[in-house]
């Protein structure tokens, strides 16, 4: 069974600064998605980044960047120039790929919570 | 404007009664799904329907049931036989039946139950 650990349940950053957020999980599929979800106070959550796990190539939108580490079932998100925003629960979520089309069931992680500061 | 619409907002419900929570989308998408959300707990998957009169068990669908009788709609019953159904749920859908993984979210539904 696959597992998502996020080891930290909040974090803070000031107004402009970079910071990241830290995710591991384990499994022994091959062939995966890694996503970032981001629910903000209002709770309506939406996708921030996703990552598709044969690509090396590191997932970017805009201010928000992965550092995905295959081999050490790592998945950071990095957010630059943070703003006040940028302020949410921010979930890490992985998807196993079906050959056949895949369900769309993900497996999350329980969750970072984020402050920024101004 | 599409998007994903959950009601009620908040619920409150007595021990032993079954309760629905209503899901609708406008978005033509074709999978629908139901997760439950508990502080400190994460998401968990109860139902998924990747088409219409078709839908599987999640993680933890006891206690629950689910029907996909139109393609915008997807309601959530919880039942009594559910132990613990005070949570935050939330109502989804994907487009290509899920292969992208991306998931389009409702505001949520607060069940408490008294």
């Known amino acids: 069974a696959q597992t998502v650990t996020q080891s930290q349940p909040e974090m803070s950053v000031q107004e402009a600064e970079t910071v990241t957020l830290s995710c591991t999980y384990d499994t022994s599929e091959s062939n995966y998605y890694l996503f970032w979800y981001k629910q903000p106070p209002s709770r309506q959550m939406i996708l921030v980044i996703r990552?598709?796990?044969?690509?090396?190539q590191n997932a970017t939108e805009n201010r928000f960047s992965v550092n995905f580490q295959k081999a050490a079932k790592s998945f950071s998100l990095k957010i630059s120039d943070s703003q006040l925003g940028d302020t949410a629960m921010y979930f890490c979520?992985?998807?196993?790929?079906?050959?056949?089309?895949?369900?769309?069931?993900?497996?999350f992680g329980k969750g970072t919570k984020l402050s920024v500061k101004p | 404007d599409g998007g994903i619409t959950q009601s009620p907002k908040y619920l409150f419900r007595k021990e032993g009664q079954n309760v629905t929570l209503s899901c609708e989308q406008n978005l033509n998408h074709d999978a629908m799904y139901w997760y439950r959300q508990d502080p400190g707990q994460g998401l968990r998957l109860i139902y998924y329907?990747?088409?219409?009169?078709?839908?599987q068990k999640g993680d933890i669908a006891e206690g629950y049931s689910v029907s996909r009788e139109k393609k915008e709609s997807f309601p959530l019953t919880v039942t009594s036989a559910q132990k613990n159904p005070t949570a935050f749920y939330l109502c989804a859908s994907s487009k290509d039946r899920g292969k992208t993984g991306e998931l389009f979210f409702g505001e949520g539904s607060r069940l408490t139950v008294l």
């Open positions: 329907s990747q088409i219409v009169n078709d839908f």
């Open positions: 990552q598709e796990a044969y690509k090396q």
């Open positions: 979520a992985f998807m196993k790929h079906n050959y056949g089309g895949s369900q769309g069931n993900l497996i």
